[in-house]
């Protein structure tokens, strides 16, 4: 069976440098300012410009959504936080004392209320101490006596449930545009590597005009980062791989 021998031009550089989206926002700003300027000179180039506009500003209007939700995620998230520090600390601290008014801390009522203190409150992640809350708030309702903190963890409960919905509303929202981000700078990736060829057909004759074209610093910084990445993992992998053998 014939060997299939690696051609240049059969690799899309531009995709298999791995570019983050900013240097993507740099690189194809650049390119299409550098088409723009040139896209006078040639019939060709001016549907080159035009065409690949489109696709820079669609892969800009993505960024931008995708930008808006990480932030709104992460402003989300600490409104979350702040809450969970707050019953960490302040709050159920307060429960906890006032449980203590009525029923003493070795008694089977204190420990029906709060079988492990305040720890749980305290030291589990997020959702966890959300339902130690809510498990909380279902206990009191059988203590009359201890209405009025029931009444507080009832206010406190559905104020963070209600947090976390929304910061989980916000997640799948920053996935959402995560997604299509990438899918935006796939296309743009192609629609750059296409501009390669439809300049090769107006610049046959001088390649080297090419090179007015791109922003190659960048791409050959990224390379140059992808091959000490991929050596960083290789030697990971023999090193596990050596330590699992032992």
Do not use: C
Request: proline letters at 3%; glycine letters at 2%.
């Amino acid at each position: 069976m014939p060997m299939r021998h690696s051609w240049s031009f059969s690799n899309n550089p531009f995709l298999s440098a791995r570019l983050s989206h900013e240097d993507w926002n740099v690189l194809a700003s650049d390119h299409l300012s550098k088409l723009e300027n040139k896209k006078d000179d040639h019939p060709v180039l001016e549907y080159v410009y035009t065409s690949y506009k489109a696709t820079y500003e669609t892969y800009i209007d993505q960024y931008k959504n995708w930008k808006l939700a990480y932030r709104y995620w992460k402003a989300e998230t600490l409104e979350v936080d702040n809450l969970l520090i707050a019953l960490s600390s302040k709050w159920i601290r307060k429960w906890d004392m006032q449980i203590q008014l009525v029923f003493e801390s070795t008694s089977p009522e204190y420990i029906s209320l709060l079988p492990n203190n305040r720890k749980p409150f305290q030291n589990n992640r997020r959702d966890q101490r959300i339902v130690e809350v809510g498990t909380l708030l279902k206990a009191l309702a059988n203590y009359p006596a201890l209405v009025d903190v029931r009444q507080e963890v009832e206010d406190f409960y559905h104020t963070l449930r209600n947090k976390r919905d929304q910061q989980q509303m916000q997640e799948q929202a920053v996935q959402d545009t995560s997604t299509k981000l990438k899918e935006a700078a796939e296309e743009l990736g192609v629609a750059t590597y296409r501009n390669v060829g439809s300049l090769i057909t107006i610049y046959a004759k001088e390649p080297k005009q090419l090179l007015n074209f791109f922003k190659l610093d960048l791409i050959r910084k990224r390379w140059g980062k992808n091959k000490m990445l991929d050596k960083k993992e290789e030697a990971e992998k023999v090193i596990d791989k050596e330590v699992g053998d032992v």
